[in-house]
Structure formats: C-alpha cells, structure tokens
C-alpha cells in the first residue's frame, strides 16, 4: 500500500520523467543523419527503424519489440525507401508519407521477415543503449540489402542509425 504522501511524489516523478524523456527522444532523433529532401521517417510506437544511406538512397526496415507485430503484411516488404527515384517521398503503404509501420499488440509475430523484430531478450530502446546490439542489427539489414542486389560499398556510415518510436 503507498502511504498517502508518497502518491503526490510517485506521480511527480513520473511527470518528470516522463517529460525528460520527451526531451531526450527529441535530441535522440538528431544523432540520424538524414538524406535531404527526404522527410525524417516516423519510428512505430512499440518497435523502430533501422536506416542506412547508400548511393544517395535511403533505407529504413521497420521493427517491432516483442509482443507486437505489424499492422499489414510486410513479408515480402522488408524496407522502405526514399531518394530520388521515388522523389524524396518514403515508400510507405500508409498515408502521410513518414510513417512506415504500425506495431500492434500481439501475441504471435507473423506478418513480417523473421528479421523484423526485435530479439526476445531486446527492445529498440535496449538495441540503442549498447553499440553491439546497433552494429548486430544494421549487419543484419545491410546483408539483407545484399541480398536483394544494394551494394553496400557506396554507403554514408555517418547515416547509419537505429530509431525508436
């Protein structure tokens, strides 16, 4: 049972938290590097993007944390783009054009790439606190640009980085 002052200051610390970590996030966002004219994409809620910049082109995989799983199937859809062959304007099944997936609650994880989210044992949050979770997950989508014929070696290392909603 919480005594009765505490509830006063439990509840204003999480406000303050709260509006610490507004700010943060805020900061947070500035660390990607982003390629002009494209808008900066919108992370999901519950999951994030991993975005790297090759030959002028933009590519972000979104992700979900466990226990979400993507709104549309996204199997076949592993990333999106932008740059100029699409005009500076994201590739994204959803209207507005900076968001490039919605992470809903769920129990299984099935209409994504086996790739597309987060591991068990981490977050996007818990993937940005550590550099070897960072480098982990970008290897994974660079490898997978390989794979669907996107070179790598024209790549702004600079641009690299992981966003979470």
């Known amino acids: 049972m919480i005594a009765k002052g505490e509830k006063a200051s439990i509840n204003f610390l999480v406000w303050t938290l709260q509006e610490a ?4 996030r805020a900061a947070q966002e ?27 082109t933009q590519y972000c995989k979104p992700m979900c944390n466990k226990g979400y799983d993507f709104q549309f199937l996204r199997r076949s859809r592993l990333y999106e783009v932008c740059g100029n062959a699409t005009g500076f304007s994201w590739t994204t099944q959803l209207g507005g054009g900076k968001e490039l ?19 068990t044992n981490a977050t996007c949050l818990h993937t940005l606190a550590f550099t070897e979770t960072q480098t ?10 390989g794979e669907q014929g996107i070179n790598g070696s024209n790549r702004d290392k600079e641009a690299d980085c992981i966003i979470c909603g």
Not at 21 to 24: E, I, P, Q
Not at 44 to 53: A, F, H, I, R, W
Not at 101 to 119: K, L, M, Q, R
Not at 136 to 145: G, R, S, V, Y
């Open 136 to 145: 982990e997950q970008l290897n994974i989508f660079l490898k997978e640009l």
């Open 101 to 119: 997936a919605v992470c809903n609650p769920s129990d299984v994880a099935i209409s994504g790439a086996e790739s597309a989210y987060f591991p």
């Open 30 to 56: 500035k660390f990607c590097k982003q390629l002009p004219p494209c808008p900066l994409p919108l992370a999901p809620s519950n999951g994030g993007l991993v975005c790297v910049t090759i030959d002028n």
């Open 21 to 24: 970590l507004d700010r943060l």
